[in-house]
């Protein structure tokens, strides 16, 4: 029969299009079944490809009006073109969504559009446009991802009260936006309307941004960010919002406890994401959920059904599309009768940012937490050759290794292209590296990872330039 899989894969974001190709490169056939007309899910549509187009364009505008001079060059009358930086981004959206459908077809992945749900732990029906069809699924790999949270009192209304899709696609600057949470989407979406000349306030119930990363890139990012015109209030409990003809009035109690109101022409609701697992019927396959609504797994990514697996933001962990695509990966290879296990120690995480913001591995305060005794080495940008020719002095390397056996445990960096940087890293975490192999590793001249080498060295207190 035709529609019958070996497997079929719910959602095609960065978790269901790659365990789609890993799948069918081990021999499986493979299905996979997408409710929108375009592939690769928030990630390539309205999350991580679309957010760094624009960040791209208003760090280019940015940079051109703040720091060109001091290359010598000038402009008369410098400004932006909006609808032409939202064309763009919508193009590269494009070239990489059409992208994922050559893919799929290079990998002979059945595409199925319409919405998911399981008729039996072996059926699934597929409903688009008014019409049903069923089709038959040895092993089942959900990956339907994750939505933004919604505030009770703050309901996206798509126009003044947007989530991360709306602020994606808005067709002109405007004068004020209130963000509310300095998460990784607050920051980045906030950076790229404050750099086109919004006035930008971000506002956080925590007393600190990125509350989850290492304490020292939090306390340099913030205090990076407001130097570029972001501002912010934290500590606080966002309490109402009320929309008058266009202007939305958020009340809020600061972190002395004063009663405030915050007027923004936007308010960008960015508090997290919660996982997609409604309208799956998720009952007639008897997968279970936790009380988050997270898809509960095994360390094989196997669900309470055993021919049922899930990946990706629908199931426990960070939110991120490098994660997904990894836990796929070994997914579909545990589908296949591999042996495989995902790493999680070793999954770097970015803010995009400017400086960018890095992290693989323990921060200081959890280390602190766990009792274990570490050294620390920290080496700044400021002194690094190529970041002094680049103009792109902000931000340092933090290396957190092991007391005892100076293996490296946490890697913190806030600076130029820490996004890349990152990755040596990470690759240091998995193949157990001691902050004495980094530094002894040559690197470049003159390149911005010469202060990774040189924050290794500071570890054992031997950096050369500080
Ligand atoms: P998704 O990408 O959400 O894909 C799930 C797919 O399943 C969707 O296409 C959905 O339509 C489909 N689906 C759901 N239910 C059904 C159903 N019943 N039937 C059929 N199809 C269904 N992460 C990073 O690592 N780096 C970044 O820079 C980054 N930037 C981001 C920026 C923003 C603004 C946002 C919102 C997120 C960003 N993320 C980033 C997070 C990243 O997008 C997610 O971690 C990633 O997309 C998760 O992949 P996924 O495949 O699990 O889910
Ligand atoms: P987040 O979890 O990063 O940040 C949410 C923030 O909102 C936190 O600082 C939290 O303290 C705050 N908050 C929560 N409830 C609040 C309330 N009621 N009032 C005020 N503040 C409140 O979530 P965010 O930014 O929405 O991003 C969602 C996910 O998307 C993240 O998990 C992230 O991993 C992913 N993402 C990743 C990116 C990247 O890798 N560069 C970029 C954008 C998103």
Do not use: W
């Given at each position: 029969?035709?529609n ?9 974001g960065?978790?269901g ?6 799948a ?7 299905a996979?079944v997408e409710?929108?007309?375009?592939l ?9 490809i679309?957010?760094k187009?624009?960040l791209?364009?208003s ?10 001079a001091?290359?010598?060059i000038?402009f008369?009358?410098?400004?932006y073109d909006?609808?032409?930086m ?9 070239q ?24 039996t732990?072996n ?6 446009e ?7 699924a040895k092993n089942?790999m959900?990956?339907?991802g994750s939505?933004p949270?919604?505030l009770?009192?703050?309901k996206f ?11 994606l ?6 004068e ?16 790229v309307?404050?750099r086109?000349?919004c006035?930008v ?9 990125l ?7 939090r306390?340099?990012g ?9 501002r912010?209030?934290l500590g ?7 929309v008058?003809?266009g202007?939305?009035?958020?009340g809020?109690?600061d ?10 022409q ?5 508090v997290g ?6 309208g799956?019927s998720?009952?007639?396959?008897s ?5 988050r609504?997270?898809?509960?797994i ?12 899930a990946v ?9 599309a ?6 796929a990966i070994?997914c ?9 296990k995902?790493?999680?120690?070793t999954?770097p995480?970015v ?11 323990l921060?200081e ?18 002194a690094?050759g190529?970041?002094i020719?680049m103009?792109?002095?902000?931000g ?7 007391k ?5 445990l946490?890697?913190?960096?806030i ?13 240091a975490?998995?193949f ?5 192999d980094?530094?002894k590793?040559v690197?470049a001249?003159p390149?911005?990872?010469e202060?990774l080498?040189e ?5 054992n207190?031997?950096?050369l330039?500080?």
């Amino acid at each position: 029969m035709e529609n019958i899989f070996d497997l079929v894969v719910i959602g095609s974001g960065p978790a269901g299009y790659v365990g789609a190709i890993r799948a069918s490169q081990l021999g499986l056939k493979v299905a996979i079944v997408e409710k929108y007309n375009t592939l690769g899910g928030t990630c390539l549509n309205v999350g991580c490809i679309p957010s760094k187009a624009l960040l791209q364009s208003s760090e280019k505008f940015y940079s051109a009006k703040r720091h060109f001079a001091e290359h010598g060059i000038s402009f008369q009358n410098l400004k932006y073109d909006f609808s032409q930086m939202q064309n763009r981004k919508s193009d590269v959206v494009k070239q990489l969504t059409t992208g994922i459908n050559y893919l799929m077809n290079k990998n002979d992945v059945t595409i199925f559009t319409g919405s998911a749900s399981f008729e039996t732990e072996n059926f699934i029906k597929i409903e688009y446009e008014g019409k049903t069809q069923l089709i038959n699924a040895k092993n089942v790999m959900i990956a339907t991802g994750s939505k933004p949270i919604e505030l009770p009192f703050m309901k996206f209304d798509k126009d003044v009260i947007l989530s991360s899709t709306e602020a994606l696609s808005l067709s002109d600057v405007p004068e004020s936006m209130a963000v509310i949470g300095a998460g990784v989407i607050g920051l980045e979406l906030g950076s790229v309307y404050s750099r086109l000349g919004c006035d930008v306030t971000v506002l956080d119930a925590s007393e600190s941004i990125l509350s989850v990363m290492d304490k020292d890139l939090r306390a340099e990012g913030q205090k990076l960010l407001q130097s570029q015109g972001l501002r912010f209030s934290l500590g606080v409990s966002v309490k109402s919002c009320q929309v008058s003809e266009g202007v939305a009035y958020i009340g809020f109690e600061d972190s002395e406890s004063n009663l405030k109101t915050l007027a923004a022409q936007k308010v960008l609701v960015a508090v997290g994401r919660k996982p997609n697992t409604d309208g799956l019927s998720l009952e007639n396959a008897s997968v279970e959920l936790n009380a988050r609504g997270q898809v509960i797994i095994d360390d094989q990514f196997r669900t309470s059904q055993s021919n049922i697996f899930a990946v990706g933001d629908c199931v426990p962990g960070p939110m991120l599309a490098h994660k997904a695509e990894e836990e796929a990966i070994i997914c579909a290879e545990i589908i296949a009768g591999h042996k495989a296990k995902m790493n999680y120690a070793t999954i770097p995480g970015v803010v995009y940012t400017h400086p960018e913001i890095a992290s693989v591995g323990l921060t200081e305060q959890e280390l602190t937490a766990s009792g274990k005794d570490f050294n620390i080495g920290k080496f700044s940008f400021k002194a690094n050759g190529r970041a002094i020719a680049m103009g792109e002095t902000e931000g340092f390397v933090k290396i957190i290794a092991d007391k005892v056996t100076d293996r490296v445990l946490g890697v913190h960096i806030i600076g130029p292209n820490a996004s890349e940087l990152i990755a040596e890293a990470a690759i240091a975490l998995e193949f157990s590296s001691s902050a004495e192999d980094l530094a002894k590793s040559v690197h470049a001249h003159p390149t911005l990872s010469e202060v990774l080498k040189e924050a290794a060295l500071d570890v054992n207190k031997l950096s050369l330039h500080k």
